[in-house]
């Protein structure tokens, strides 16, 4: 039987790149997106309309949507820059959005198999790994993101034992979202897809709950 995966903001440069890849890796392949489909993450009718309408039995369901600012020019720098209407917007997609999604995964999952949920967060969401400070917005939305995750994974596993749920640091990855940022090392949307896929192959049911990067190691909460 083919496998089935479901990537939810596969006109982005991750997104693409990862249906691509699960298409050459054999998986049959859902993809939903504001500019292809409409599909908003930011609208809960958006998301239950389109997610309510797709039959049961997905292998993999992928969330690579994401904003780094939500209008602002920049990431904030300091808490004189934070601003009401930034941390809303990115909490709309960064963490709200991922979680109307994950309200779909029991009735998308088989129960007889391994099924993983996983969405693209961020490093700077780690509470533990933050020695820099700024970028409020950005890294609360994704620290949430990490919260929601860790959870939805407990309830997951007490209907669906097989299941895994995770989030994951792609790395720094050379698209229009961090067209502005400089970084010493930039993957490109390809080798993020192959490097995140890689991870998520390796992954145990023991493994569900948790935070990884592109290299498959753990990032503290």
Not at 16 to 33: D, H, N, P
Not at 70 to 83: F, I, M, N
Not at 146 to 168: F, P
């Amino acid at each position: 039987m083919k496998k089935r995966a479901l990537v939810i903001g596969a006109s982005g440069g991750i997104g693409r790149a990862l249906s691509t890849e699960l298409v050459a890796r054999g998986y049959a392949v859902t993809g939903l997106s504001r500019s292809a489909d409409g599909f908003d993450l930011t609208r809960a009718g958006a998301v239950e309309a389109a997610l309510a309408g797709l039959s049961p039995d997905y292998d993999l369901i992928l969330v690579a949507s994401g904003i780094l600012t939500g209008g602002a020019e920049r990431p904030e720098k300091s808490l004189r820059e934070v601003t009401a209407e930034e941390m809303a917007a990115q909490f709309a997609v960064n963490a709200i959005g991922p979680a109307l999604v994950l309200r779909h995964a029991a009735r998308l999952f088989p129960r007889d198999r391994r099924a993983v949920f996983a969405a693209l967060s961020a490093r700077v969401g780690s509470i533990g790994d933050n020695r820099a400070g700024g970028w409020y917005s950005y890294r609360t939305s994704k620290a949430a993101l990490n919260q929601i995750i860790h959870t939805g994974a407990i309830e997951l596993a007490r209907t669906h034992m097989q299941a895994i749920c995770v989030a994951l640091h792609p790395g720094t990855v050379a698209t229009e979202f961090t067209a502005g940022f400089p970084s010493h090392h930039k993957h490109t949307p390809d080798a993020a897809a192959g490097h995140l896929l890689s991870v998520l192959d390796g992954l145990t049911q023991e493994d569900s709950g948790q935070f990884f990067d592109w290299k498959g190691e753990r990032v503290p909460w």
